[in-house]
């Protein structure tokens, strides 16, 4: 299933006209964005994933134009007013 998205994208981005180095630029990015927001931020365990230094990620991020800030505020909780809703049941379970 997965080659066949991937195989689909590939298509995709072709068709469009994305130039090689800007495809391979943004799947960089977002991989590197991906493996980060899963540990946190931290830029140590990312790069312990990912097999490399944490210097080398320190500096493909710079690179790419990856900012920690970018990905730390993708993992803040959203304010009070935009988060779900907990049913009764499970607010029952809370309290008592």
Do not use: W
């Not at 998205?5 to 495809?23: F, K, N, P």
């Not at 140590?44 to 900012?67: F, Y």
């Amino acid at each position: 299933m997965l080659r066949r998205e991937l195989d689909s994208l590939v298509t995709q981005m072709h068709s469009s006209g994305i130039r090689y180095e800007d495809a391979v630029k943004e799947f960089k990015r977002q991989y590197l964005r991906e493996v980060l927001i899963a540990n946190r931020g931290n830029q140590c365990k990312a790069a312990e994933e990912l097999g490399m230094h944490r210097n080398t990620l320190s500096r493909a991020m710079a690179e790419l134009g990856l900012s920690l800030a970018e990905v730390r505020a993708g993992l803040k909780r959203p304010p009070r007013s935009e988060r779900p809703v907990y049913s009764t049941a499970r607010q029952g379970l809370r309290q008592g």
